[in-house]
């Protein structure tokens, strides 16, 4: 996979691609998705809420991000003690680059199937996505 990702994408597509983990990058599209509606960033237990993990746990994916520059904590206007966390504007560089190439590799994959297979599995996949999403919202 790694070759691959070299081969299609553009030196910044590929080295996000390789150095994020999957899990990294979930907790950077749960970041992103969050600062949509919290400009000044959100806080450790909401995003821990948003990607369903403890608090620790969250906690660990944020400092091994803030170390890699892709997030960033700042005060909170509200409360002095507590942190908002947020892209930094390198992380929504990489954020960008690593959409692009998981765009790109996804229209690879799906053009090589006639139209209406490509179709039908389309359908299947977003039958199988609201499924898991509607199992996610039960079990909270």
Same mark, same amino acid.
């Given at each position: 996979?790694?070759?691959?990702?070299?081969?299609?994408?553009?030196?910044?597509?590929? $080295?996000?691609?390789?150095?994020?983990? +999957?899990?990294? @990058?979930? +907790?950077?599209?749960?970041?992103?998705?969050?600062?949509?509606?919290?400009? $000044?960033?959100?806080?450790?237990?909401?995003?821990?809420?948003?990607?369903?993990?403890?608090?620790?746990?969250?906690?660990? @994916?944020? $400092?091994?991000? %803030?170390?890699?520059?892709?997030?960033?904590?700042?005060?909170?206007?509200?409360?002095?003690?507590? %942190?908002?966390?947020?892209?930094? $504007?390198?992380?929504?560089?990489?954020?960008? !680059?690593?959409?692009?190439?998981?765009?790109?590799?996804?229209?690879?994959?799906?053009?090589?199937?006639?139209?209406?297979?490509? @179709?039908?599995?389309?359908? !299947?996949?977003?039958?199988?996505? @609201?499924? +898991?999403?509607?199992?996610?919202?039960?079990?909270?």
């Amino acid at each position: 996979m790694r070759e691959r990702a070299v081969q299609l994408g553009s030196a910044a597509e590929t $080295e996000t691609f390789l150095e994020l983990t +999957i899990s990294q @990058q979930r +907790i950077l599209r749960h970041v992103r998705q969050l600062t949509r509606r919290e400009r $000044e960033g959100v806080t450790l237990k909401a995003l821990a809420d948003a990607a369903g993990l403890s608090s620790g746990t969250a906690s660990a @994916q944020v $400092e091994a991000l %803030v170390r890699k520059r892709l997030l960033e904590r700042r005060p909170s206007p509200e409360d002095r003690r507590a %942190v908002r966390i947020r892209l930094s $504007e390198y992380g929504a560089e990489k954020f960008r !680059n690593g959409h692009a190439y998981f765009t790109k590799l996804s229209e690879l994959f799906f053009d090589r199937f006639p139209d209406a297979d490509r @179709q039908m599995l389309e359908k !299947n996949l977003s039958d199988f996505y @609201q499924y +898991i999403e509607t199992v996610s919202k039960e079990e909270k």
